[in-house]
């Protein structure tokens, strides 16, 4: 017994107490014949009370449990490796089938605004019932100064070619422009004839007039709306045998259409002349509503001195002959020295507006696009970008920036999957560093052809993921980009510690058959990787709860490759693994397997462990007590930065971050807000199936309400103002009390009226964009009014401290208008700004969620509370480094950076766990524990986070947001990762840390020999006997440790 009590002391290498060589002997003698029971754990539970039994079992029966379950399968994919790698290519091609239902999402509101939303629901039914028809386009042009004729004649001569251009299906600019009129002015004798003709019948009817309308009056609020406004009627005596000017143009021809409807005027409406809708500086060289072959000539023929002259004094549009304040398309403007004058400018703009047909484009989509377009729009813009990019001919220093309304789902959808040259080259040097660190330096202990099979184990990974997502139809959005860098640090994280069990084991496990080493090696690799694995799929797991759509998907891609991943490496890898091990212990070349080695040795440099013997060196210095107190002050340090940069981290978001810089669309959407940030974000509030006669008035008190919003509002265009004042100024009686809005009109009278303003020129504008029952006929009532809208600007906003509230103070305004029907606000603005709104509420609640997770996954999985707090405590401290550094490093808080910081946490507990987990199996005191467990665990945490920092060092040059955010935030999670894992948690646990799990101590046949030959007095003794040697640790008692001798 004494000798027993002495190898005890021995095997522990501490400073035991006494009574730790008191060596109780076992109640039974435990036999087993099976060779493998030398791999297998035998735990013996020695609690001195009920609750620590209870304890010691839970525990002995998780780790336990895992341990014999790995330990079998290992042997199993030893045993049958050809059988398991058929299976894992039978199992990925069949869940890569999936794949056929594979599809791209770069639509806004379906990417970043949760499905159950309010807002979502309305753009999706508008998208549905009534999806957008104008077609926008758009070109900057920038220069040293644009008002020079060689500017004007290029954008002219992309004016002449973009009207020349015809599509495949015979379809020009006029089958796609939004058609307006050309206010030319009516024939003034027509005019008067018919004016003096309607004052004649005035004068014998005056009291007809009142009776010419029938109303339903409504007393109450009958105060409302004030009288005129200093619009009143257009007095036609007025206008006498002198032309009226511009300036009169459009309230004249308001008066007639009022005067003169439906007959002459509809007459002259369906003679009017149209003109494609184009805004732009070259109008001021039109004739008469045409760029005629005088407009070639004069822009041909054109000075600097022209060119100022026109700028500076005219202010009406040669197309539409309408006064127009053309100073608005110029930006960067220089004025003569005391003088208005315009005499220089940097930029100018051309908007083109198109057309689509909304219905043609819900019935017969261009499948491969995002939101529904015409087969026609489509080849029409495309075309029409070929002839914006084109700069040949330009004149030198002239630049242009395009926008079609196809760019940005052009431009979006090739960056979802872009990058990936980078990605094949980041795999690349990943397959190369991975070749280097899993085998030897000498011809036979290479391991080319496993480091490709692990490489493939991943690539499986992520067909399976994709694969399977794919066919549950989750969407892949501009975000999964980042899934093969993170599945393939992962994946390789899981090698390293395979390959570092398999290289640790003991030399009485060395000598077993090949299958139990593999049983061995994996009854601990197992467990650790499965620990970090659950861990990373909770992590996810919480993500994928999150009402954002692009996080949800991209989290439930993530949790599904990494338990792909995980199955992959376990199988798919250890199968090849058992194959290139027989290759080795066979002596066949590593490069090529036929070529077997006769009276081969390997060289003694190829068997030295670099990184083994620096972490025994490191593990020396870190406990060390002044290597511990700086270290626990260092990290405190840091801990105190990341604080401060949290405080200091914003909150921002904006859509076109995930368009790379250089992309001509990118610097379109920069040069915009360089030259023309002229108001804030346009609102359009749409009202679908109201009672427009009993609605009115609510409808236009919602609009005066908006005006009067003047801390959040620009400006607000309302056709209930102008049709008011159309009805107040010409067809009611200056006498009339109430007049619009409260005035109630019957329907019949209101339908009448309704379309005679929808056929004036002020209320011409809203017709294409409304949508009735039936179309309008001039001269016809109206059928009813389905879809209106009223529209408005915000003011400029610094941020969501604004902007959110500004939005929700409109809807509160929507939802208090008491209008029936549908009524609801929609803008590209409010899409990012209701993100903004959850976004961080989102980011913490599953932040909070998967680390509470996470700590009860480790503590399941690890069963000791003390080692489980410990790497939550270093979970945590890297995510308050990572989201401060985050500011230092120019990141704010938005959808990338949160799906990011989800990730941080399984990289975190991945580099915690496996240290921890180690911790609780080694043998000795902490210091000596916590110096194995860098030695034996620490070359295998590193080189995965390493390998992980390796796949996307190629991304620190991207120019994509999303890629360019994911390397800043991995290159954090990965330095803080790994010194919170390698540096401090060591520390922590060689003073904090518990005592061991129950152990197996295993002395094989060669040992026994041993002790028998230096100790015979205990040899026969022994041969039956199994015991257990409990002991303690710096005065704790060691729980469920126990010691097996087998003979």
């Given amino acids: 017994m004494a000798i027993l009590a002495e190898a005890e002391d021995s095997f522990l290498a501490g400073d035991p107490t006494p009574e730790t060589k008191m060596i109780p002997r076992p109640s039974s003698v435990h036999v087993e014949n099976d060779p493998s029971v030398y791999s297998q754990p035998v735990y013996h539970k020695q609690s001195s009370n009920a609750c620590g039994q209870c304890i010691d079992k839970f525990k002995n029966g998780i780790i336990g449990g895992m341990e014999r379950f790995f330990f079998q399968y290992g042997k199993a994919v030893a045993n049958r490796p050809s059988c398991f790698i058929i299976l894992c290519i039978v199992i990925a091609a069949a869940s890569g089938s999936g794949l056929m239902k594979f599809r791209q999402e770069n639509v806004g509101h379906k990417l970043w605004i949760s499905d159950e939303s309010n807002s979502r629901k309305d753009t999706d039914w508008l998208w549905d019932n009534y999806p957008p028809s104008v077609r926008m386009a758009s070109m900057i042009f920038e220069a040293d100064d644009i008002l020079v004729p060689e500017v004007f004649q290029t954008m002219y001569r992309i004016h002449k070619e973009i009207e020349a251009i015809e599509t495949k299906l015979g379809e020009s600019w006029k089958d796609h422009c939004q058609l307006l009129p050309v206010f030319k002015a009516p024939d003034l004798s027509q005019i008067l004839s018919f004016g003096k003709r309607r004052r004649k019948r005035q004068a014998a009817n005056e009291t007809q007039d009142d009776e010419d309308f029938s109303f339903d009056f409504d007393f109450e609020d009958n105060d409302f709306f004030a009288e005129d406004d200093g619009f009143g009627e257009e007095s036609l005596d007025d206008i006498g045998d002198t032309p009226p000017n511009n300036d009169d143009m459009l309230s004249i021809a308001e008066a007639f259409s009022a005067s003169s409807y439906p007959k002459p005027y509809c007459d002259i409406v369906a003679g009017m002349e149209t003109a494609c809708f184009e805004m732009s500086l070259l109008e001021l060289w039109a004739k008469d509503g045409v760029y005629s072959s005088e407009t070639d000539d004069a822009i041909a023929n054109l000075t600097k001195e022209k060119i100022i002259e026109k700028i500076n004094s005219v202010n009406t549009s040669g197309v539409f002959l309408n006064k127009r304040n053309f100073t608005t398309l110029l930006s960067g403007v220089e004025y003569e020295e005391n003088s208005q004058n315009i005499v220089r400018a940097k930029a100018t703009v051309i908007w083109w507006f198109g057309r689509m047909n909304g219905t043609e484009a819900l019935l017969l989509p261009v499948k491969e696009r995002q939101e529904p377009i015409t087969l026609g729009t489509l080849e029409f813009e495309g075309q029409m970008l070929d002839v914006m990019l084109n700069q040949s001919g330009y004149p030198d220093g002239l630049k242009s920036f395009p926008n079609t309304r196809r760019s940005f789902g052009d431009v979006a959808g090739s960056t979802i999957l872009g990058d990936v040259g980078k990605l094949g080259i980041g795999y690349t040097i990943v397959f190369i560093f991975v070749m280097i660190m899993l085998g030897q330096f000498n011809c036979v202990e290479q391991r080319a052809f496993l480091s490709l099979t692990g490489i493939l184990g991943v690539a499986m990974g992520i067909v399976t993921s994709y694969g399977i997502c794919s066919a549950m139809g989750l969407f892949f959005g501009p975000m999964h980009g980042v899934l093969p860098f993170l599945l393939l640090g992962i994946g390789i994280d899981d090698m390293f510690v395979i390959m570092q069990c398999f290289i640790t084991l003991s030399d009485d496990e060395k000598k077993l058959p090949l299958t139990d080493r593999f049983g061995a090696a994996m009854q601990h690799a197992g467990v650790a990787i499965t620990i970090t694995s659950v861990t990373d799929v909770i992590a996810f797991g919480i993500g994928g709860s999150t009402v954002i759509p692009a996080l949800q998907s991209f989290c439930l891609y993530a949790s599904v490759g990494i338990v792909a991943t995980y199955f992959y490496q376990c199988t798919f890898f250890v199968a090849w693994m058992s194959i290139d091990q027989r290759r080795i212990e066979d002596k066949r070349d590593g490069c090529f397997p036929c070529w077997k080695h006769s009276n081969w040795t390997p060289n003694a440099w190829s068997q030295k462990s670099c990184l083994s013997s620096a972490f025994k060196g490191i593990g020396h210095l870190l406990t060390k007590w002044p290597i511990k107190i700086f270290v626990i002050i260092f990290t405190l340090a840091i801990a105190g930065c990341g604080i401060w940069g949290n405080v200091l981290l914003e909150q921002k978001f904006d859509i076109t971050w995930f368009l790379p810089p250089d992309t001509y669309i990118a610097q379109w959407f920069a040069k915009n807000k360089e030259y023309f940030p002229f108001g804030g974000d346009r609102v359009t509030i749409f009202c679908h199936d109201l009672d427009y006669q009993h609605d009115f ?52 009278y209101f339908d009448d009226k309704l379309a005679q303003f929808f056929f004036s020129p002020r209320g011409g504008k809203y017709r294409e964009q409304f949508e009735f029952a039936k179309p309008l006929q001039c001269g016809e009532p109206a059928s009813k009014l389905v879809l209106s809208t009223i529209t408005f600007t915000h003011k400029i906003f610094s941020g969501p401290e604004e902007h959110i509230p500004a939005m929700n103070r409109i809807k509160v305004l929507i939802a208090n208008a008491n209008i029936s029907g549908r009524i609801f606000p929609l803008s590209q603005g409010y899409t990012l700004w209701e993100t903004d709104e959850i976004i961080a509420v989102e980011l913490y609640r599953n932040l909070a969620l998967a680390v509470l997770c996470v700590f009860l996954t480790t503590l399941f999985l690890i069963s000791n509370i003390v080692t489980s707090s410990l790497v939550l405590v270093c979970v945590i401290l890297s995510l308050i480094d990572v989201g401060g550094f985050m500011h230092f490093w120019g990141l704010t808080i938005d959808t990338v950076s949160s799906n990011n910081l989800i990730i941080a946490i399984g990289l975190c507990v991945d580099y915690s766990a496996h240290i921890a987990h180690r911790f609780m199996v080694e043998r000795g005191t902490r210091n000596e524990r916590a110096r194995k467990t860098l030695q034996n665990i620490g070359p295998a945490v590193l080189n995965g986070g390493f390998s992980t920092f390796l796949a996307f060092i190629l991304l620190a040059d991207s120019k994509s947001h999303v890629f360019s955010s994911f390397f800043k935030i991995f290159f954090l999670v990965v330095t803080f990762g790994l010194f919170h894992g390698l540096v401090f948690l060591p520390v922590i646990l060689s003073i904090f840390g518990p005592g061991p799990n129950a152990i197996e101590i295993e002395l094989h046949e060669n040992e026994l020999n041993v002790i028998e030959n230096n100790e015979r007095m205990i040899g026969t003794e022994l041969r039956d006997t199994a015991v257990t040697v409990n002991g303690t640790e710096n005065g704790s008692t060691l729980q469920n440790r126990s010691k097996t001798y087998e003979i």
């Fill in 697 to 748: 008035e609510s409808l236009a008190q919602l609009s005066n309400s908006i005006k009067n919003q003047t801390d959040i509002v620009d400006d607000v265009d309302s056709w209930t103002d102008h049709f008011t004042k159309y009805m107040n100024s010409h067809f009611l009686p200056m006498s009339q009390r109430p007049k619009l809005p409260v005035l109630r009109l019957n329907q019949s």
